[in-house]
């Protein structure tokens, strides 16, 4: 997702020299932590596993053909419940490429896209096209546009009637799955045979402290618009829960893209605006400051209720290539961010877990090589192996003991994080870049691929 889980600069930067309790006036009936009704640990991966892949190999082309029909079916629902009642069947109806083209053109003569986002939707549409095909699966002409047929229905249905993104959106999983939408259409893009999970059983470590009410931090790198999809793949056969509960930290770029907008719908997301872009429109500035703090207190109130799982990228934004060398690497962390989300996290009143976590799929869904400041970038797509990884929780305390400087300290702090992040990602690179597969494996990151 693009710029997908930023950082609470402005919003956070303005509470952190107080108690959060006080500042954000957590005075409220907050429920205590939910029972999670899920085991962990190799059992449970077991049970889920037979499941999960019996999911897995079903026909995908049988999936999308259902998904087609569902939304259909649903959008006729739909028209009596929530006034749905000149939405464009269009899209829904079409089973051929030739239909399909047509229907852009038939929808920007109508008026319903302007002339930019139907070439942008024509364009994506035969990207998609060239990288399933390339990935040699069997019926994919037919995937492909009904996969395509999905997205432009939900895009068009979009611009007739815009979602609205609250501070803290949950996924929408019905009447229509957004979930499911995002992993089917993101799930042909995967070369699961070169792709790898490491340390698959800190995954299952933090599942139990779910269970404990405990809340789980995720300070990741981030690189393509996908990473959402490809994390909820990468897990769903053996941490289903993680993969569906999982909340992001979402920029506002991947909440107003027409392209982007019904993925992010699908995820369960904290919205900010991004410091990338905060200075775009300087009268906007004090409204997105203002958002931002409303989205924190939603964070904090998440986070004290516990049993939470965040993501969040402190770099700001996604991994860009090195514009030298062409080589790609986690973007540096920002300290300050890093330290926002810890305090959060501890103020909390809830047990809280700060992991690294490390992702290599840029391939999939390469982002601009500069950051943009309008919205619609171009999206080129390819079939390609990803990874994922994680390492074990790295304690802020056990690193600030050794400090009597609280900003060294913090330094040191996200320092240790991004070096383990780092070092995740080049095994990963190493497997999946360099070839080597499980053979990759280092005694602190093992590698494995548990869908097999």
């Known amino acids: 997702m693009s710029s997908l889980s930023l950082t609470?600069?402005?919003?956070?930067?303005?509470v952190s020299s107080v108690p959060l309790s006080s500042s954000l006036n957590l005075n409220l009936n907050v429920p205590p932590p939910f029972s999670l009704s899920f085991q962990s640990g190799p059992r449970r991966f077991a049970s889920f596993k037979l499941k999960a892949m019996s999911k897995m190999l079903q026909d995908v082309e049988s999936t999308q053909k259902a998904i087609v029909a569902t939304s259909s079916a649903q959008d006729k629902d739909k028209k009596s419940s929530s006034g749905e009642v000149n939405h464009s069947r269009t899209f829904l109806d079409v089973r051929t490429e030739q239909e399909l083209l047509s229907g852009i053109n038939k929808e920007t003569e109508a008026g319903r896209l302007s002339s930019n986002l139907a070439a942008l939707m024509e364009e994506l549409y035969h990207n998609y096209k060239k990288t399933?095909?390339?990935s040699g699966k069997p019926g994919a002409d037919e995937l492909v546009v009904s996969n395509m047929a999905v997205t432009f229905d939900r895009v068009l249905l979009d611009m007739e009637e815009p979602f609205e993104f609250q501070p803290y959106h949950k996924a929408l999983r019905e009447?229509?799955?957004?979930?499911?939408?995002?992993?089917?259409?993101?799930?042909?893009l995967i070369d699961f045979s070169n792709s790898y999970v490491g340390n698959i059983s800190f995954f299952y470590e933090m599942e139990q402290k779910l269970q404990q009410g405990h809340n789980i931090v995720l300070i990741s790198n981030h690189q393509t618009?996908?990473?959402?999809?490809?994390?909820a793949l990468l897990l769903e056969s053996t941490n289903p829960y993680i993969s569906e509960n999982l909340i992001y930290v979402a920029g506002d770029r991947v909440l107003t893209d027409p392209l982007c907008k019904p993925f992010s719908m699908?995820?369960?997301?904290?919205?900010?605006y991004s410091k990338k872009h905060m200075l775009d429109a300087p009268e906007l500035i004090e409204m997105k400051r203002k958002a931002n703090?409303?989205?924190l207190k939603e964070m904090?109130?998440?986070?004290?209720?516990?049993?939470?799982?965040?993501?969040?990228?402190?770099?700001?934004?996604?991994?860009?290539?090195?514009?030298?060398?062409?080589?790609?690497?986690?973007?540096?962390?920002?300290?300050?961010?890093?330290?926002?989300?810890?305090?959060?996290?501890?103020?909390?009143g809830t047990p809280g877990h700060i992991y690294p976590l490390a992702l290599l799929c840029y391939?999939?869904?390469?982002?601009p090589r500069q950051v943009e400041k309008e919205i619609g970038e171009r999206r080129a797509v390819s079939f390609h192996g990803v990874g994922l990884s994680v390492a074990p929780e790295i304690s802020f305390s056990d690193i600030a003991s050794t400090f009597e400087n609280p900003e060294e300290a913090k330094e040191a702090y996200t320092q240790a994080l991004y070096n383990s992040v780092n070092e995740q990602y080049n095994v990963l690179k190493s497997a999946i870049h360099g070839k080597q597969g499980l053979k990759a494996s280092i005694t602190s990151v093992s590698l494995s691929q548990p869908w097999n």
């Open 363 to 367: 391939d999939i869904m390469p982002p």
């Open 225 to 231: 618009e996908a990473d959402p999809a490809i994390i």
């Open 293 to 295: 703090t409303r989205s």
């Open 300 to 348: 904090a109130l998440l986070l004290r209720g516990g049993s939470q799982i965040i993501w969040i990228a402190p770099s700001g934004g996604r991994d860009r290539p090195d514009p030298v060398t062409e080589e790609w690497h986690p973007a540096p962390f920002d300290a300050s961010s890093v330290d926002n989300m810890r305090r959060v996290a501890e103020h909390s």
């Open 175 to 188: 009447p229509f799955d957004y979930y499911m939408f995002g992993q089917n259409y993101i799930r042909p």
């Open 8 to 14: 609470f600069f402005t919003a956070l930067s303005r």
């Open 132 to 134: 399933v095909f390339s």
């Open 266 to 272: 699908g995820r369960n997301l904290i919205c900010v």
